[in-house]
């Protein structure tokens, strides 16, 4: 039995069929993202290095700031100064921020104070709000990511910091588990996991790491999304086919919104929770299709390539990503689901998958795998220059971004 349900659940991924080639219509991503700000830093008191080495990063991490090597004033436009003391196991960091190309002056100044462990989030902290009071958004420096990687000898759930930090095992069960998700405020999972010999989904609360079985329908339950108003969309297969239901977050008041031959699978909600994004290959290949709760209609959006899977519908509301069979391996792409421009966001060796965004609609997190080795990666959409997350002795797959 548990081969069967395992080969049903492969099938999700779908076999390839011909290409379909309408006219094609670009994605320019470009447009509405200024330059990045040159800043100049300057540190003092104790642990300066070590908590410049956190804010650098996080400040090219954000995509908005262009740190200085030298640190020359002359050429930067802001002027970040930080200093630090460490006493009695407490850390305190006051940062204070300056426009020097106008008369404005001061941008931002505060103090923040913590037990030293906690360094690493307060630098963090400090980078959120530069960049909130630059930009009117909320950071993404304290934002986690979880995934599957089987370095423990199974797959397992991990959660690591969004600059690759902190790695945590989740699960210790020894089984396969897949496909995790985040709840609406960041403080559960949802995921798929073999542990009672057949698919389930469980629900797991991160702070007091206690679990329940959320869906064990006969078949198969898989690809678990929750939405901003903790609506649940998922796969079953309990009639048939696998097709998209959704429900509460207890569990309660089950629909079934798909009603398709085939497989339609992969739910990712629309920001307003007014609209779904799956996968199908009614039109005999996977393919993305949009389904508006309201009118019960379905349409498709991508055209071009055969194998399109893994919608994954950004924060805005504006794009969505996806991964696409490109040139014999896969991609990541973007595509606006109102008109169909689309845009392939990754190249080079190895297959890239399963993209998932950060709050700032601006990153994705993704899977890429070159030989037998799959890592997890970060692409800037505007720049679309990656760089790597996570490695190590296992293979890391799966990954999801916390909301803010």
């Not at 709050?359 to 220059?385: A, H």
Request: proline fraction near 4%; glycine fraction near 8%; charge should be positive.
């Amino acid at each position: 039995m548990k081969k069967i349900i395992i080969v049903l659940l492969c099938t999700i991924f779908f076999l390839a069929t011909k290409d379909l080639l309408p006219t094609e219509v670009y994605l320019d991503i470009s447009r509405g993202f200024a330059e990045k700000i040159p800043v100049a830093l300057s540190f003092s008191g104790d642990k300066n290095e070590e908590t410049k080495k956190i804010l650098v990063s996080d400040l090219q991490r954000s995509g908005l700031f262009s740190p200085l090597i030298n640190d020359d004033e002359n050429e930067a436009e802001l002027l970040i100064k930080v200093n630090c003391s460490l006493k009695l196991g407490l850390f305190r960091l006051e940062g204070i921020v300056r426009d020097i190309t106008t008369g404005s002056g001061f941008v931002l100044g505060k103090r923040y104070q913590g037990r030293y462990p906690l360094m690493r989030s307060i630098v963090h902290r400090f980078a959120n709000d530069l960049v909130k009071k630059v930009t009117g958004e909320k950071g993404i420096a304290l934002t986690k990511i979880c995934f599957i990687s089987d370095e423990s000898g199974a797959k397992e759930v991990y959660l690591v910091d969004y600059d690759g930090q902190n790695k945590k095992r989740v699960t210790s069960d020894k089984i396969i588990a897949a496909c995790p998700d985040w709840s609406e405020d960041g403080e559960n999972l949802v995921y798929l996991s073999y542990l009672n010999n057949r698919t389930e989904i469980f629900f797991h609360n991160l702070k007091s790491n206690s679990r329940e079985i959320l869906c064990s329908y006969p078949g198969l339950n898989a690809f678990a999304a929750i939405s901003k108003r903790g609506e649940i969309a998922l796969t079953l297969s309990k009639d048939g086919d696998p097709e998209i239901y959704v429900m509460r977050k207890n569990g309660s008041y089950l629909r079934r919104l798909t009603y398709s031959k085939g497989i339609d699978a992969s739910p990712s909600w629309a920001p307003d929770g007014k609209k779904i994004a799956f996968v199908s290959d009614r039109s005999g290949s996977p393919q993305i299709y949009i389904l508006d709760l309201s009118t019960k209609k379905v349409r498709r959006i991508t055209y071009q390539g055969s194998y399109n899977t893994s919608p994954a519908w950004a924060p805005q509301g504006n794009l969505i990503a996806y991964t696409s069979r490109r040139g014999g391996c896969f991609e990541i792409c973007i595509i606006n689901p109102d008109n169909g421009e689309f845009k392939a966001i990754t190249s080079g060796p190895g297959s890239k998958e399963d993209p998932s965004w950060a709050p700032n609609g601006r990153q994705l997190v993704f899977s890429k795998k070159l030989g037998y080795k799959s890592n997890l990666y970060i692409v800037d959409i505007c720049t679309e220059k990656s760089y790597s997350l996570i490695t190590g002795k296992g293979n890391y797959i799966s990954p999801a971004w916390s909301p803010e």
